[in-house]
């Protein structure tokens, strides 16, 4: 298979893994026999090996990825020692940060030079945080003057820069050239790079000047010149810019490709859909993390400690906030023994409010992160999720307070859970705005541990405003 064709659908992807498992299982079965047998079946041995071989060289880099990320670390070793060498260095891209530690672990140092040398300067960006330190030096010094420059050029940006994501490899055209010379140019090339929409027009500076769509090459007459038909008004980027709002330019503008340019508007690079694809996709993966808790993404297969590192703060946090909420539960300990219902009540207040915040706070995070709102609105946002907390409190408190008064048969338990659940509702929405908002005043990401502090907020604030009601009210 090409490594340009698309990749295969998931239902076949998950077929391909089964296959590859039973592989290894088949492999070690025989392994078993022929070390019980010592004229075991070796045509056998060989077959499954060929077989699996096979599999794996017709499966894209980025299938192989998905492949290995699936594997126990023992299986995953075993794969990757049969991956082809000069296949190495893609697979390492596609992998996630996690399952590329446990490749690297497994390989030599030469073995890492050869899979990462022939990449690109933008990828070998990626990659350098993750190779071995001794590694480094020796693969500076292979690289030429051009190559070093540029590395060292994208490691100077942080990972959510353009700078960090752009690209060297373009095709750049002069202005004051026809389109047949143009054409005649572009002939040269074996291939053009991926995702070439546009051609970049620069003059004898470097300095853009615009951009020539390739349909509009095809569709002009090859007499024409570049700067008659070329658009000298496009979206342009530095490497500076927050990579998030440069995604949200590539979504509203349809960009495939766009310039990346310096103070003084020299191209020194580009920007891909493919990188920006990427880009949103490990920050919503990097979000999702967040809201859980997690310090950072997890191999699922990672060791014991490791796991145990990535946990261990904020499950900390939670049981602090668990044992609050049992304390708050321990003060109204007789009440519950003279009013058992509430003990089978009560953990409807709470688990409604968690609900409730965690929608206000998905909703307020992701409008943060796509900068609809900020810190400045807070009051706003305060008085219309309230508002909606309000009427949603006296619509299904009221239905849940019907239901506790119809089941127990009194009418002022179904006042206490109708008033009990309204107030936890404001308080979850009080609570989801003002989590996000406090944690970007204080300059961390709103959506850390979100999920976390909603629910122990809702859960300890609903047990006590119905035990505390219901104290006041029914006993």
């Known amino acids: 298979m090409s490594e340009n064709e698309p990749r295969a ?112 300067a933008d990828e070998l960006a990626d990659l ?79 300095v853009l000047t ?24 496009v979206n342009t980027f530095r490497p500076e810019d927050d990579a998030y709002d440069v995604a949200q330019a590539f979504e509203r503008y349809d960009l495939v490709t766009a310039p990346v340019v310096d103070a003084n508007q020299r191209l020194i690079g580009r920007i891909a859909v493919d990188a920006m694809l990427d880009f949103i996709r490990e920050e919503s993966e990097t979000e999702a993390l967040s809201r859980g808790g997690l310090r950072e993404e997890e191999d699922i ?63 307020i995070v992701r409008a943060m992160a796509l900068e609809q709102i900020g810190v400045s609105q807070a009051r706003r946002l305060w008085r219309k999720e309230m508002t909606v907390s309000l009427v949603n409190g006296i619509v299904w408190g009221g239905a849940i307070g019907i239901v506790a008064w119809l089941l127990y048969g009194s009418i002022s338990l179904g006042l206490v859970m109708m008033s009990a659940m309204t107030l936890n509702l404001l308080l979850a929405a009080f609570m989801g705005v003002g989590i996000p908002m406090l944690m970007t005043k204080l300059g961390r990401d709103p959506a850390l541990g979100s999920s976390v502090l909603i629910t122990a907020m809702t859960d300890s604030g609903g047990f006590f405003i119905f035990l505390g009601l219901a104290t006041l009210f029914l006993l």
Do not use: C
């Not at 010592?38 to 894209?60: S, T, V």
């Not at 296949?87 to 399952?99: A, K």
């Open 9 to 120: 659908s998931t239902p076949r992807l998950h077929d391909r893994l089964e296959t590859i498992v039973d592989l290894l299982r088949r492999r070690e079965g025989l392994l078993a026999f022929a070390g019980a047998a010592p004229d075991g079946d070796e045509a056998a041995l060989e077959a499954a090996d060929a077989e699996l071989q096979a599999r794996l060289d017709d499966l894209h880099p980025a299938d192989l990825a998905d492949v290995l990320e699936s594997l126990p670390l023992e299986d995953r070793l075993a794969v990757w020692q049969r991956v082809r060498s000069d296949r190495d260095g893609d697979i390492l891209l596609e992998v996630s940060d996690s399952v590329r530690e446990s490749l690297i672990a497994d390989m030599d140092d030469s073995e890492i030079l050869a899979a990462v040398e022939p990449l690109d």
């Open 210 to 233: 615009g951009v020539l769509p390739l349909h509009w090459l095809l569709v002009n007459s090859p007499e024409k010149m570049v700067h008659e038909i070329m658009a000298p008004d």
């Open 301 to 363: 297969f990672a060791s014991v400690w490791k796991s145990v590192r990535n946990r261990w703060a904020w499950l900390a946090i939670n049981l602090v906030t668990a044992f609050i909420a049992s304390r708050v539960i321990g003060l109204f300990e007789h009440s519950i023994e003279k009013l058992v219902a509430l003990a089978a009540l009560m953990p409807i207040v709470a688990g409604i409010g968690g609900n409730s915040g965690n929608q206000t706070i998905t909703m």
């Open 128 to 206: 350098v945080d993750d190779l071995p330190t001794e590694v480094l030096p020796e693969l500076m010094a292979s690289l030429d003057a051009q190559e070093r420059e540029r590395v060292q050029a994208a490691m100077s940006y942080e990972d959510d820069q353009v700078g960090a994501l752009m690209d060297f490899d373009m095709v750049t055209i002069r202005e004051d050239i026809s389109l047949e010379v143009v054409l005649r140019y572009l002939r040269r090339f074996d291939e053009l790079p991926a995702q070439t929409d546009k051609l970049f027009v620069v003059n004898s500076d470097n």
